[in-house]
Structure formats: C-alpha cells, structure tokens
C-alpha cells in the first residue's frame, strides 16, 4: 500500500511539475528563434515566474521588457526587465499606471514612438471598405450580366441536357457490351480496357456538363443574393463613419503595423468574404495596392460564354 501512494505521489506531483507556468514557458522557448527586437511584456498572477524563464531562456535575446504582476509575487529582480506589482483582479492605480508604462506613447517596451489615433485607424479601415464594396458591385453586376447571357440560352441547355444523358445512355450500353467481349476474347482485354476507359472519360465529361448546365442560374443568382447581403451590410456600416469594436471584430483579420526609419506602416487585412484586396498605407498615405478581380467564374463563366450547346 506504502509503494503506491509514494508512486501516486511522484506521478501527480511531476504533473504539477510539468504545468507550472515557468516550465511551459522553458519548453516553449527551446531553441525557438526571434528575428529583430525581443521585447517581453508579462501581465497576471504567473508573470513573474514566467518572465524570469523566458530571461533564463533566451538571456541576451531580449531587448527590454516589463512584468505586471499581483501585489507580493514579484519574488525580486529580473536583469534587463522592469517589474511592476499592482491590483488583481480587481486593477487600481497602480495596474492603470503600469499598463501606460508598457503601452504608453513613452512605452518601456519601446515597440515605437509613433501612435495611431482611432479616428484615423477607423478612416483607413473605412476607406478599405468602400473599396471593397465597390469590387463587390462590380461583381454583382458582372454576374447581372452573365446571367442577361444565360437566360437565352436556358432553352437551348434543356435540349442540350437530354441529349447528354441519351448519350451517357448509349456509352453505359456500348461498355456493356464491350465488358462482355472482353470476358470472352482475353487475349485482346488491353484493347478492350482502351476501349473502356475511352467510354467512362466520355461519360464523365457529359455528366460535368449535365450538372453545370442544371445549377448555372441557381448559382449564380445564389451568389448574386450573398453579394447583395453583403453590399448592404457594409453600406449600414459606411453610413455610420464610425466603427464599433463589434464591426471590427467582424472585418478585419488582422492589421500588421511595421516601423523603419521612423516611418509607421499599417497593413489592414480584411476578413473573407471582404477580403478582395490589401492596401498598405505610410503615414496614412497609400503606397501599395494588390487587387484581385477574381469574381469566382472560373468555372461558370466559360459555361456561359462558350458557344457549345448547339454542338454534338
């Protein structure tokens, strides 16, 4: 009984051991790499255990940083770090004051001396959505188009439909036939797989064309219907000149905010379906643009285009 409460002792306790913040953070720093600056910034009850091996860890790698911590678990000084204790969880003076020290425009941490104001930030984003809600009129109107081309036609697709699928049916009979030859003239079954497989490709290829011809208009009018839903909810947005925390969430992916010779660049990533296009601005200007007139008719398109329905 003695030897296995010691075994349960040693096996819960190396558990314990193996999820201390300390350690997680000594195994997720082994041998990881960081190009340019490393600057650490710890916040929360573990932050100073956490901090002291992420130094331990990296040493000279890092560059400055700062730990705010509960008040009494700062357990002395980390080289190179500045430590602060303040309120948890409840913050006070002191948590507020801190958190300006780490991300103040005279930020410790030193991440830059250039700041970008809210009213700016929701003008860029604006004016990324505005682009974005013009791409998707002219895609909703490129599909207006495709569909005005289609209807002409959807006639000539039904007839177009029924010939394929007669036509399936004789390729299925011929491969019947065929398979039965094959059993009885083996010496010559290459040939007869040829033959086979000749048949199948061009049953495929009629059945892609039956299946394209029957949704065209459904997928397309389906698509024009998201791109409506979507043209109208950022005009909702654009009215309101502002963003709310929620219309960010819902927009952007993600904004990359690089610095080099005392110049901010911003690199504002819309979130999909948005995302048609990514603009990089300096110093609020535009200096970059990638745009993307893919409408998705890759397929659809050419459907349409190519004048195949009166072949075969």
């Given at each position: 009984m003695g030897a296995l409460r010691e075994d349960a002792k040693y096996i819960y306790t190396r558990a ?167 059993i009885r003239d083996k010496a010559n079954a290459e040939r007869y797989d040829r033959m086979i497989q ?115």
């Amino acid at each position: 009984m003695g030897a296995l409460r010691e075994d349960a002792k040693y096996i819960y306790t190396r558990a314990i051991e193996a999820v201390l913040p300390d350690e997680a953070v000594r195994r997720a720093l082994d041998g990881a790499d960081f190009p340019g600056r490393v600057i650490l910034v710890a916040a929360g009850k573990a932050a100073w255990r956490m901090a002291s091996a992420a130094v331990s860890a990296l040493g000279e790698r890092i560059d400055t940083g700062i730990v705010i911590t509960k008040y009494g678990h700062a357990q002395g000084t980390i080289p190179g770090i500045v430590c602060r204790e303040a309120g948890h969880p409840v913050p006070d003076e002191n948590s507020f004051s801190a958190a300006r020290e780490a991300l103040g425009p005279d930020a410790i941490v030193g991440v830059s001396a250039h700041t970008v104001e809210e009213e700016t930030l929701d003008r860029l984003i604006c004016k990324e959505l505005l682009q974005t809600k013009r791409m998707y009129e002219d895609n909703w109107n490129a599909m207006e188009h495709l569909i005005d081309q289609w209807r002409p036609k959807a006639s000539t697709a039904a007839a177009r439909i029924k010939k394929l699928a007669q036509r399936v049916e004789v390729l299925e009979d011929e491969m019947e036939v065929i398979l039965m030859e094959r059993i009885r003239d083996k010496a010559n079954a290459e040939r007869y797989d040829r033959m086979i497989q000749k048949r199948e490709e061009e049953i495929a290829a009629a059945k892609k064309q039956i299946e394209e011809l029957q949704n065209i208009e459904v997928t397309l009018r389906s698509r024009q219907s998201r791109l409506k839903r979507d043209i109208s909810m950022m005009d909702d947005i654009l009215k309101e000149g502002k963003l709310s925390e929620a219309h960010l969430r819902m927009l952007v992916e993600r904004i990359y905010v690089h610095e080099e010779d005392g110049k901010l660049s911003l690199n504002i990533c819309l979130k999909a379906p948005f995302r048609d296009h990514i603009d990089v601005y300096e110093n609020g200007e535009q200096t970059e643009c990638w745009l993307s007139q893919d409408y998705d008719f890759e397929r659809l398109g050419p459907i349409i285009m190519r004048d195949f329905y009166e072949n075969g």
